[in-house]
Structures are given as structure tokens and as C-alpha cells.
């Protein structure tokens, strides 16, 4: 992979590529540039990581097309007024096009005005603004994935699971006793992910008996110690972990393993994502499914439309769902398949 390894979170991740092409060229439009600006929530986000890298490569494929690219990547380190800074700067850097994975996806209103104001139109990503944000303009846009989805299947695959080993339920009772590590308030596939994982189990008949919950914001170390706390205060009762992404369901994991818990006696663990690491983690058993987050057709689509924007040319051959919005499936991941998502998955940034 392309760059440098970041070695602070804080560090601002700053990337210009520059494509020329002298013959060949599909793009017609006389100048046609595409001057992108992204900038992502947290740098430490391990599938947000993944996503750019892939965007990457996207926009590096464009160079056999004849496009003149260049691309800049901010990470905000959790702040929206950050975000709102890098939007300024890359705006007034002259980018035609902006990619914006919001740090409070109900918070997009001064994002939206800078860009308005310049002509400059944005492609929302991961983080879905509400509804009449995406109405303020008609050059706003989102690429992502339907997070009741990646809840169903979580569910399916947990509930598949139940069914198939009786040693999940240790105590034998009937019910599988389970907590849930979610991720941040606000973000919209926190409760969604968590209400259609259960409802799911619940409709494939598996009797449930919550005992707790924490939110770890998608991260990994926040995930092993709510886990810890939640061992703690439920010694031996846990059977069943769902987690709203892989970077906390390994949390979880890691705070059996700090415990020296030996395997008979961990409960069973679930992500979502698709993560490098969450599916090798798949692969070798340690988590027993994760659902695939289309980080590659989301870059896909983010780049072919990001250069659509830029040149006037391609949009039409682009399938939208309410004018506005592109949506990538999930799919389920098990041992069976993990490796063949694996080959696909780009490290973190580098």
C-alpha cells in the first residue's frame, strides 16, 4: 500500500495523487479534474481505514481512463468543528468534489452551507445524514449500506449457531443469556443493528435473556473493558456476545483472554464489518461470524460518481435510489467463506 504508516491518531493523514494520461483518454470533457476531498470521523476507525484505502485504489484505476485526480484525506480525531475546518480548507484548496463520513451525522448544517455556497457537492458516506438534511440541496449525496440488514444477518447467523451447537447454552436453562457492545449514541446503525440482531434470534425461535450492555464506540479498546465490567457483574453467565462491529466483538475477546478464561468457558462472539482482522479472527474460530460490509462497491461507487460530479459525464449510467442515495449489500461471513473475502481487503491506512 501507498504512504506513510500514521504513527499518532492526531496525526492529520494528507494524501495528493496526481494521474496524467497523454493518450487513451475516455474522459472527453475539455479540463475535466477531479480535485477530491475526504475527510473521515476517526483516524483509528479500522473499517473506515479500509473503506479509503479501497477508494484509493478506486481512483488509481481511473488513471487508465485519462483523468487528472487529486485526492486529500483528513481524519476530524472526533471533532465535528475539525471537520467543518478541513471542509473549509479543502474547499478553498479548490476540490469540485467532497466525501464526508460526518463526525455527528445530525450535525451537518454548516458542511453543507460552505459547500453550497462554493458549488461544490458532497458525497456522504458510512454516516447517513437524517432525511432533511439530505433535502437541503440537490447536490448532496450518500453511499453506504442498509443497516437493518447487517442486524438480520447477525442475527441469522448467531441464531444458525444456536441451533446447531447445544453447548452454547452451558447452563442448560433453555435461554441463551447474551450482552450487547454497541457503538456510539446518534449513529444510525447502533440501534439498528442491535434491534434486528435480537429480533432476529427471537423470531428464529432462540430464547433470550439479556443481562447487559455497553457502548464502546466502535472501538476496540473501549469494547475489553465495558466486557470486563460486564463479566464482573455476570460471572459464567454469559453464552452469547453480539457486537455492532468486528473492532468490539475482539474487544470482547480480549477481555476473556486478559481474564485467562480458557475456551470451553468463552461464550460465542459476533461482528459486523468484515474487517481485516475480523475475519481472520473468522478464519481461526475465535469469532464465529461477521457480516460483510461492501467496503469495496462502496468505493466503487463513491469514485465513479465522485468523478461523474467532476466532468458532467457518467451520471446517468448511475443507479440511485431516491435520486440521491447508493446502497451496497451486506453479506453473511463464516469460516466456510471468510478467506475468500480476505484477498479483498485492504490493510489500514498506511
Same mark, same amino acid.
Given at each position: 500500500?501507498?504512504?506513510?504508516?500514521?504513527r499518532?491518531?492526531?496525526?492529520?493523514?494528507?494524501?495528493?495523487?496526481?494521474?496524467?494520461c497523454?493518450?487513451?483518454?475516455?474522459?472527453?470533457?475539455?479540463?475535466?479534474?477531479?480535485? $477530491? +476531498?475526504?475527510?473521515?470521523?476517526?483516524?483509528?476507525?479500522?473499517?473506515?481505514s479500509?473503506?479509503?484505502?479501497?477508494?484509493?485504489?478506486? /481512483?488509481?484505476?481511473?488513471?487508465?481512463?485519462?483523468?487528472?485526480? $487529486?485526492?486529500?484525506?483528513? +481524519?476530524?480525531?472526533?471533532?465535528?468543528?475539525?471537520?467543518?475546518?478541513?471542509?473549509?480548507?479543502?474547499?478553498?484548496?479548490?476540490? %469540485?468534489?467532497?466525501?464526508?463520513?460526518?463526525?455527528?451525522?445530525?450535525?451537518?448544517?454548516?458542511?453543507?452551507?460552505?459547500?453550497?455556497?462554493?458549488?461544490?457537492?458532497?458525497?456522504?458516506?458510512?454516516?447517513?445524514? $437524517?432525511?432533511?438534511?439530505? &433535502?437541503?440541496?440537490?447536490?448532496?449525496y450518500?453511499?453506504?449500506?442498509?443497516?437493518? &440488514?447487517?442486524?438480520?444477518?447477525? +442475527?441469522?447467523?448467531?441464531?444458525?449457531?444456536?441451533?446447531?451447537?447445544?453447548?452454547?447454552?452451558?447452563?442448560?436453562?433453555?435461554?441463551?443469556?447474551?450482552?450487547? !457492545?454497541?457503538?456510539?449514541?446518534?449513529? &444510525?446503525?447502533?440501534?439498528?443493528?442491535?434491534? %434486528?440482531?435480537?429480533?432476529?434470534?427471537?423470531?428464529?425461535?432462540?430464547?433470550?435473556?439479556?443481562?447487559s450492555?455497553?457502548?464502546a #464506540?466502535?472501538?476496540?479498546? =473501549?469494547?475489553q473493558?465495558?466486557?470486563? &465490567?460486564?463479566?464482573?457483574?455476570?460471572?459464567?453467565?454469559?453464552?452469547?456476545?453480539?457486537?455492532? #462491529?468486528?473492532?468490539? *466483538?475482539?474487544?470482547?475477546?480480549?477481555?476473556? =483472554?486478559?481474564?485467562?478464561?480458557?475456551?470451553?468457558?468463552?461464550?460465542?462472539?459476533? @461482528?459486523?464489518?468484515?474487517?481485516?482482522?475480523?475475519?481472520?479472527? $473468522? !478464519?481461526?474460530?475465535? !469469532? *464465529?461470524?461477521?457480516?460483510? %460490509?461492501?467496503?469495496?462497491? =462502496?468505493?466503487?461507487?463513491?469514485?465513479?460518481?465522485?468523478?461523474?460530479?467532476?466532468? +458532467?459525464?457518467?451520471?446517468?449510467?448511475?443507479?440511485?435510489? %431516491?435520486?440521491?442515495?447508493?446502497?451496497?449489500?451486506?453479506?453473511?461471513?463464516?469460516?466456510?467463506?471468510?478467506?475468500?473475502? /480476505? @484477498?479483498?481487503?485492504?490493510?489500514?491506512?498506511?
Amino acid at each position: 500500500m501507498r504512504g506513510k504508516r500514521i504513527r499518532t491518531a492526531g496525526l492529520v493523514i494528507c494524501m495528493s495523487v496526481m494521474f496524467l494520461c497523454a493518450c487513451g483518454r475516455d474522459w472527453t470533457a475539455p479540463g475535466d479534474k477531479v480535485h $477530491v +476531498g475526504v475527510t473521515f470521523y476517526d483516524q483509528s476507525d479500522t473499517f473506515l481505514s479500509e473503506l479509503i484505502n479501497c477508494f484509493r485504489e478506486q /481512483l488509481d484505476s481511473l488513471q487508465e481512463e485519462g483523468l487528472d485526480i $487529486v485526492l486529500t484525506v483528513r +481524519g476530524a480525531s472526533g471533532s465535528q468543528q475539525t471537520q467543518d475546518d478541513q471542509v473549509q480548507e479543502m474547499i478553498n484548496a479548490g476540490c %469540485n468534489v467532497l466525501c464526508v463520513n460526518l463526525v455527528d451525522r445530525t450535525d451537518p448544517s454548516e458542511i453543507i452551507e460552505l459547500a453550497r455556497e462554493k458549488n461544490v457537492p458532497i458525497i456522504f458516506f458510512n454516516r447517513e445524514p $437524517v432525511t432533511e438534511d439530505m &433535502q437541503r440541496w440537490e447536490e448532496l449525496y450518500y453511499v453506504g449500506a442498509d443497516a437493518r &440488514q447487517s442486524g438480520v444477518m447477525q +442475527g441469522e447467523l448467531a441464531a444458525e449457531a444456536v441451533r446447531k451447537s447445544a453447548q452454547i447454552d452451558r447452563n442448560r436453562d433453555g435461554r441463551i443469556q447474551y450482552v450487547v !457492545l454497541e457503538g456510539e449514541p446518534g449513529h &444510525q446503525d447502533t440501534i439498528i443493528r442491535t434491534e %434486528n440482531a435480537v429480533n432476529t434470534l427471537k423470531k428464529n425461535g432462540i430464547e433470550l435473556e439479556k443481562l447487559s450492555f455497553g457502548i464502546a #464506540n466502535w472501538n476496540r479498546a =473501549q469494547a475489553q473493558n465495558r466486557m470486563m &465490567q460486564m463479566i464482573s457483574q455476570h460471572p459464567g453467565k454469559i453464552e452469547l456476545v453480539l457486537a455492532n #462491529n468486528d473492532d468490539m *466483538a475482539l474487544g470482547a475477546l480480549d477481555a476473556y =483472554q486478559k481474564l485467562n478464561f480458557t475456551e470451553t468457558a468463552l461464550p460465542v462472539f459476533f @461482528g459486523i464489518d468484515g474487517t481485516g482482522v475480523g475475519l481472520e479472527a $473468522v !478464519l481461526d474460530g475465535r !469469532l *464465529a461470524g461477521t457480516v460483510y %460490509n461492501d467496503k469495496e462497491g =462502496q468505493a466503487a461507487a463513491m469514485a465513479k460518481l465522485a468523478a461523474a460530479i467532476a466532468t +458532467g459525464e457518467g451520471k446517468d449510467d448511475i443507479s440511485f435510489k %431516491n435520486k440521491r442515495y447508493i446502497y451496497l449489500p451486506y453479506t453473511k461471513v463464516t469460516s466456510d467463506n471468510a478467506g475468500s473475502f /480476505l @484477498g479483498e481487503t485492504p490493510s489500514a491506512l498506511q
